[in-house]
């Protein structure tokens, strides 16, 4: 399938977990790939790795999305190098859960810097390189919606940010071509939410499906809204977590 084929998409967070499906997937499905990570090194290199062998260029940039200026220079390096940005993909994350009064606010600054102020200041630099359209997809959490259990306060006010944003991204956005939307993965089997961690069972019971998502679903939902089936579908919010919500 090579329904992107000639694009470019950025991803930051792309090194493992769902952010390396979403880069692969993209990848086999004709893009050019860059991504962010932070400290995985080895994995970035597998990653980029793979999207190669898929014949596409891969462009692997260290950055942290807690900084501003890492994250619009990783936007701009993207650009340079591999000649356009059509496709912005606002993946990195972290998952800072306890008792909200026990939260420092360097934590909480970090927290809204990386799922709000990262998405915000990505999507201002990008825009200014899609000049013939392009696609903004920002990685919630289901949890925006429902709260089934304590300590998730700052997770769930930094991730919630992108919901707002989304809607007003894409009506702002519309007249230019650029769709906007939002996905919101729920438990979802990766290094950092193994099926034998810790609070496996007590997600397990949340499911619908009796089962974790895997990264590939939310990558193929990704490309979905990536590619030219995504067309009209703008300012919209996709909750894909094996029915915890319902």
């Known amino acids: 399938m090579t329904d992107l084929a000639g ?20 990848a086999a499905d004709g893009a050019d790939v860059a991504f962010t990570y932070q400290n995985a090194e080895v994995p ?3 990653v980029a790795a793979d999207i190669e062998s898929l014949g596409r260029r891969a462009l692997a940039i260290r950055a942290d999305s807690a900084d501003a200026g890492a994250v619009v220079s990783a936007v701009d390096r ?5 000649g356009r940005l059509d496709i912005l ?35 201002q630099a990008a825009v200014a390189h899609m000049t013939g ?9 289901n949890l925006s ?41 729920g438990s979802t089997v990766t290094d950092m939410n193994p099926v034998d961690g810790d609070h496996y069972g007590t997600q397990l019971a949340l ?14 939902m990704v490309a979905f809204l990536a590619g030219a089936t995504g067309r009209s579908i703008t300012g919209a919010i996709f909750t894909v977590d094996s029915g915890t919500n319902a």
């Open 207 to 220: 499911s619908s499906l009796g089962r974790f998502a895997q990264p590939a679903d939310m990558a193929a």
């Open 133 to 141: 359209g392009g696609r903004i997809i920002s990685v919630g959490t």
């Open 78 to 82: 993207t650009a340079a190098e591999l």
């Open 7 to 26: 694009k470019v998409a950025l991803v930051t967070g792309g090194s493992r977990g769902i952010g390396a499906a979403i880069a692969r997937k993209l």
């Open 145 to 185: 919606e429902h709260a089934p259990f304590a300590g998730l306060s700052l997770y769930n006010l930094s991730k919630s940010a992108l919901n707002g944003f989304t809607k007003a991204l894409a009506r702002e956005l519309g007249p230019r071509d650029i769709t906007v939307n939002l996905l919101q993965p």
């Open 44 to 46: 970035a290199k597998s």
């Open 89 to 123: 993909v606002n993946n990195a994350g972290i998952f800072p859960a306890k008792p909200f009064e026990e939260f420092t606010l360097e934590e909480i600054d970090r927290a809204l810097n990386i799922h709000a102020r990262a998405a915000f200041v990505g999507a």
